[in-house]
């Protein structure tokens, strides 16, 4: 069945380092990838994306990295701020299309100053 | 442009009660989920509306949960009778076409705690 797991439940960095999570996905038919941010007592916000048929996509701070031959999957964020503390989900959508997502167990990261 | 909006934000019951729980999404979003995220882990998808009629409803246990959204905007979602299994947090979110996918748009969800 579908599975999308986390290396590290836990990531702690230094304010100013860049972070790397890591995220194995197992559906080799899923063509689309999101980063979610989770802060506690919020639903989860929307990073970043990604298509299959691009190995890397950037954002504002952030970069997204897909290895399809692994299956897996990377989000970096530069010079992490405090602010960036939460819990990241990666999800992927099974090859079902944009909007089924299946989501893993998440990543804690930890900043401090 | 207000967010996603779900009510109550907590609420604790006693198993084999019922409760319900509401949610209106972002104007003008046709797409609206209904997520369950248990303590530790990811969301999980129990069931997806397009406008007013159900998409994906494979995974919402279909004995005890119900789901509707008249009128294709508000949605609730209840459960009847709950389990102590049924703590979790529930989810809404809705979606629209950006250009290059749909991106979903989450609630701050309901924290549901069943003793």
């Known amino acids: 069945g579908e599975s999308v797991g986390l290396h590290l439940p836990t990531l702690s960095v230094q304010e100013g380092d860049n972070s790397i999570i890591n995220c194995a996905y197992s559906n080799s038919a899923s063509d689309y990838f999101i980063w979610y941010k989770q802060e506690s007592g919020k639903g989860p916000q929307f990073i970043i994306d990604?298509?299959?048929?691009?190995d890397k996509r950037q954002g504002q701070r952030v970069t997204v990295l897909l290895n399809k031959t692994v299956k897996h999957l990377s989000l970096q964020i530069a010079a992490t701020q405090p602010g960036d503390s939460a819990v990241y989900f990666c999800a992927e959508n099974g090859g079902t299309g944009f909007q089924k997502l299946v989501f893993g167990t998440g990543t804690r990261l930890l900043v401090s100053p | 442009e207000a967010g996603v909006a779900q009510s109550p934000r907590y609420k604790i019951i006693e198993k084999r009660q019922s409760v319900a729980f509401w949610c209106n999404p972002i104007?003008?979003?046709?797409?609206l989920y209904w997520y369950q995220q248990i303590l530790g882990q990811g969301p999980k998808l129990l069931i997806q509306f397009q406008n007013n009629g159900v998409v994906d409803d494979s995974q919402l246990p279909k004995d005890r949960f119900s789901a509707e959204r008249l009128k294709g905007v508000d949605s609730t979602l209840k459960i009847q009778p709950a389990k102590l299994e049924d703590s979790a947090v529930y989810l809404c979110?809705?979606?629209?076409?950006?250009?290059?996918?749909?991106?979903?748009?989450f609630g701050p969800g309901t924290r549901l705690t069943v003793t």
């Open positions: 979110a809705s979606s629209t076409y950006r250009g290059f996918s749909y991106e979903q748009y």
């Open positions: 990604i298509r299959s048929n691009m």
């Open positions: 104007s003008g979003h046709a797409t």
